[in-house]
């Protein structure tokens, strides 16, 4: 499989080849949406606290004595049934994703990348340079590529300050380096945009 290659003007300079191994694998739904499952309940901040009967100062001192008082006995007055005592099966601290094996991720996002290749949803740049930041510029390599009102995930490699600053303020569209894309950015993109050093990066991670 191979695809078109693009300047910043949109005129077509060439074309690429695509690795099989990456891009014309058959994608496995199941590792996407279990990947996808991971990563969603890894954003979650998970730090809600509270503390047990054993984490609240003070209670060291039996309130009264066991018997002859007419009250129930007490042991503490940092029991769970009074007032400032500890809270029982309260909220702790706690990661709510799950360990993914590396090959099943992997996997993931070569059938994401899979996905997106066969359905005709990548694009390439032979290179991405702006002299300066300016979003307007970015935008308008954006317009030469008809990728205005779509939601574009760009994949460059290398440190390339002015292009990944010139997208922060544009609507719907990402920038990554190639081998810090993760699946659900991938997934979530309509286009992915990679230079052709990113997708020399991507396969050469990934193939």
Known sequence: MNVKVYNQSGQEVGTVDLKPEVFEIEPN????????VNYLARQRQGNASTKERGDVSGGGRKPWRQKGTGRARAGTTRSPLWRGGGTVFGPHTRSYGSNMPRKMRRLAIRSVLADKAQSERIRVLDELKLGEIKTKTMAGVMASLELNDRKCLI???GRNENAQLSCRNLAGVKYCRAVLANGYDLLDADIVVFTKAGLEKVQEVYG
Do not use: G, N, P, T
Request: glycine share 0%.
């Open 29 to 36: 739904e199941a590792v996407v949406h279990q990947y996808v």
């Open 155 to 157: 994949l460059d490699e």
